[in-house]
């Protein structure tokens, strides 16, 4: 068997060099010796590609693009080992998902057009929203988040999605949120589930144009990724303008009444949000504007970010947990005392490596981009 030559076309991968960059900005060939992304590349090029899909390190890839970014001829390495996937899934072929694959189905299940959800009950009366608007609030899987990570982390996923609201109405939006929003399918695109993907964009698309919202406004960089970018490529381009809600913030900054709040703070620049979105100054400036806040940043920072160790819930294992504690590590080593991020997965999996023993345990608070600019404004 061998890839598509129209993959191998469309993703660049004919004019690798084998230099070796790649590898050598790998977080997971970091810490796994087996794992190189250079290695897949050649396999699919010039080997039977049959061990490839069959090699359960093909999922271990992170498509955090700090490989594609250092490459000298922009081999698009992400988008290649999604298409090596697609071809794997239709044989069959499976990761090591976390959780049980729990969320798998539950992205899967979400795709079915007749189903009816009951996912809006994190909506508080002092929350001001409606049915049809301008601005809509995609919230993602936060509330699918809320029941299988709420009881064990000292964080409630869906206060991340109430403090989203909170913002908005600061700034005078009554936002959108619809009842039977359904998951963005970011983690089945990159995994090759490309038909339930398409699935689950179509259905999304359509209560957008039936809501006749702009904008779009996500906490959720994965959902923004996919909104802005993933949809329009596959789907075609709906009516309407996507912001994460760092964007929105920076752009409202002035309107904001803070309070002083006396931390230093650091911020995890999320993947899908830097370097697939380039979002990298706003919500520095926004966090920045906050009276008392010092702010210092990370020792791989920006375009040179280190992923949070896992994606799509799959692969959650040693590697994984040697890359979350080494960047929580680095966060202490800044000399602050919360570590921020704009990406609600970022925190769940910076949480779970800080469980267990407890002298391992780092002590840097860990919280959202929204909850921390909802938390300093002066009410």
């Not at 299988?148 to 609201?165: H, M």
């Not at 469980?355 to 981009?369: Q, R, S």
């Amino acid at each position: 068997m061998t890839i598509a030559t129209d993959k191998l076309k469309s993703n660049r991968a004919f004019l690798c060099l084998e230099c070796g960059k790649c590898t050598a900005v790998c977080p997971i060939s970091r810490y796994n010796e087996l794992f190189s992304p250079r290695r897949m590349l050649a396999e699919g090029l010039f080997y039977d590609a049959e061990n490839l899909i069959s090699d359960k390190l093909l999922w271990s890839c992170l498509t955090c693009q700090l490989c594609s970014q250092r490459c000298p001829v922009d081999v698009r390495f992400s988008e290649y080992m999604r298409d090596v996937r697609a071809d794997a899934y239709l044989q069959g072929k499976r990761g090591n998902p976390s959780h049980g694959g729990a969320l798998h189905y539950i992205m899967e299940m979400v795709s079915e057009s007749k189903l009816k959800q009951n996912r809006t009950g994190w909506i508080n009366g002092d929350l001001k929203v409606k049915k049809k608007g301008d601005v809509l609030y995609f919230v993602g899987c936060l509330p699918y988040y809320q029941d299988f990570f709420a009881k064990d982390f000292d964080f409630s996923p869906v206060s991340i999605a109430a403090d989203t609201v909170k913002i908005l109405n600061y700034l005078g939006i009554e936002p959108v949120i619809l009842d039977n929003e359904r998951c963005c399918g970011h983690d089945l695109y990159w995994l090759g589930q490309l038909q339930k993907f398409d699935e689950l964009g179509e259905e999304n698309m359509k209560q957008f144009e039936k809501s006749e919202v702009k904008t779009i406004v996500t906490a959720c960089p994965e959902c923004a990724l996919v909104l802005k970018r993933l949809y329009p490529e596959r789907l075609g381009s709906g009516k309407y303008e996507v912001k994460h809600i760092t964007e929105l913030v920076a752009e409202n900054i002035d309107k904001f009444n803070f309070k002083e709040l006396g931390e230093k703070a650091t911020y995890q620049d999320p993947c899908r949000l830097g370097r697939y979105l380039n979002v990298y100054d706003q919500p520095r400036d926004s966090i920045k504007s906050i009276p008392g806040v010092e702010f210092t940043e990370l020792a791989h920072c920006r375009r040179g970010a280190i992923c949070c160790g896992t994606t799509n819930w799959m692969n959650c294992d040693i590697t994984s947990k040697q890359i979350q504690k080494s960047r929580l590590q680095e966060a202490v080593q800044s000399g602050a005392g919360t570590l921020i991020t704009a990406c609600p997965k970022c925190q769940i999996h910076f949480r779970c490596a800080e469980m267990g023993d407890e002298n391992e345990k780092t002590g840097i608070e860990i919280t959202d981009f929204v909850n921390f600019i909802a938390k300093a404004i002066d009410n």
